[in-house]
């Protein structure tokens, strides 16, 4: 369905509320999809859009100087799969697309002025990407600038107007490639690269996981003669799955490996959680530590039922009982000589701040004196960022593997765990809640 409604576009400025460049912008013209949005100033960021949404791409597909007035679309797309919700809560719709036009008056006898300008995705571009864009941008730019040239000879109210709207725009697009990529929020303009890339990471991990499945079968009924707490068969077979997937599509690097403790010793990790491409990095690692997963997951064909052989813990989240029998499982494995795998936060960070630490790994560690190795994740979130499972950016992760802590009190391991994965977040520009 597409809307066609008027807005007037306020300013493009850093919001407060958001932290980012947002188009703050009033519907001028219905049709309204809610009476009592007209008028009402919104913003891209708009807390009526949940944040997920805000991140489609603003596509500038058009800006014509008419004798009448300047208007331009703004064309917000949604991906498919979640749809679209716009202005209101109460006015759900899942529309592809929906354009806005945007009519200007401008003072007379300007004539006719036409220009085209280009859909440029939001997301940072990759090496190939920045070039083509740099040269397009640059010759938009050049043309925008030509435009603003004409500034001199007109009045400045409207001129103004336009003039406000055209660098709403610029700075837009400048942004994708700013400094600092890595902490500013994911603008998730789906990046057709992006796409193809997460179609062809799903393939691959697809395609892998079938046939290494089946050797897990094969080989599960000796695991479980002879090495049913640690299977370390069925964790290399993970880790050559893991790595097999990811290493076509990003670099990823481990520091700190001497921290490690020695392959058999039982341990209890911990990281920060940001993305699902998390688990696949970690497993690369090849040590045989039990996940802490969330049912949910277990569902996923092959995945699951792998999770399932290698001993994977399911957990309930929210079902206190699941909880205890989780932490009594972890126990009894780690005294068996496993290792357990913990993310305390309990969910993929969805600002890339470090969210709080539940202290269910804390407590395992400190009643079965194994040590707390602390982990942490750095850019999984830039390339698959939580609620956009679906495509895959380009961008390199780093691994920290930090000192082992051990102690008896499970509030101490839990408070040095969280501040050393957060002094590591936070010097690497992220957040830390
Ligand atoms: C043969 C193929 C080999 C396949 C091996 C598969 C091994 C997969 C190990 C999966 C471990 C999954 C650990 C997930 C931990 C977890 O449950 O985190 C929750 C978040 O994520 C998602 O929650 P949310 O962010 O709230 O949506």
Request: aromatic share 10%; glycine share 8%; with cysteine.
């Amino acid at each position: 369905m597409t809307m066609r409604s008027r807005v007037r576009v306020l300013e493009a400025a850093s919001c407060k509320m958001h932290g980012k460049v947002c188009l703050h912008f009033t519907l001028v013209k219905g049709p309204f999809p809610d009476p009592c949005c007209a008028g009402m100033p919104l913003c891209t960021g708009c807390p009526f859009y949940p944040h997920q949404l805000v991140s489609v791409p603003i596509l500038c597909s058009g800006l014509v100087v008419t004798a009448k007035s300047v208007h331009y679309e703004l064309r917000l797309t949604a991906r498919s799969d979640i749809g679209f919700r716009l202005l209101c809560p109460s006015f759900q719709e899942r529309a592809e697309e929906t354009r806005l036009f945007i009519r200007e008056p401008v003072p007379k006898n300007r004539g006719r002025i036409k220009t085209e300008a280009f859909c440029i995705p939001w997301k940072p571009p990759g090496s190939l990407e920045k070039f083509l864009i740099t040269v397009f941008l640059g010759f938009w730019r050049q043309q925008l600038t030509s435009k603003l040239e004409l500034r001199g000879s007109l009045p400045s109210k409207g001129f103004q107007k336009i003039q406000r709207n055209v660098i709403a725009m610029m700075e837009l697009m400048g942004g994708g490639f700013g400094r600092k990529v890595f902490d500013q929020k994911p603008m998730l303009g789906v990046h057709l690269g992006s796409r193809v890339r997460g179609i062809c990471f799903y393939a691959v991990t697809a395609m892998g996981a079938i046939p290494l499945f089946m050797t897990m079968m094969l080989v599960h009924p000796l695991v479980m003669i002879f090495d049913r707490y640690k299977r370390r068969v069925h964790h290399m077979i993970a880790q050559m799955w893991a790595t097999m997937t990811i290493f076509p599509f990003y670099r990823f690097e481990f520091e700190g490996l001497e921290n490690l403790p020695p392959g058999d010793a039982p341990a209890v990790y911990v990281s920060n959680h940001q993305s699902f491409l998390d688990t696949y990095t970690l497993l690369t690692l090849g040590r045989s530590f039990k996940f802490i997963s969330k049912r949910s997951i277990f569902v996923i064909p092959i995945i699951g039922w792998a999770m399932f052989l290698m001993g994977v813990i399911p957990l309930r989240r929210m079902d206190s009982r699941s909880q205890l029998e989780c932490l009594k499982s972890c126990m009894d494995y780690v005294r068996k000589g496993a290792s357990v795998f913990f993310f305390p936060e309990g969910t993929r960070s969805k600002d890339g701040k470090l969210g709080a630490f539940k202290r269910g790994a804390f407590t395992v560690a400190a009643k079965t004196e194994a040590p707390v190795v602390p982990i942490t994740l750095l850019g999984t979130r830039e390339l698959m960022p939580s609620g956009m499972e679906g495509i895959l950016n380009s961008g390199s992760v780093k691994v920290v593997i930090h000192k082992p802590l051990k102690g008896k009190e499970a509030e101490v391991l839990c408070n040095a765990s969280r501040s050393v994965i957060a002094d590591t977040l936070i010097s690497h520009g992220y957040g830390v809640k």
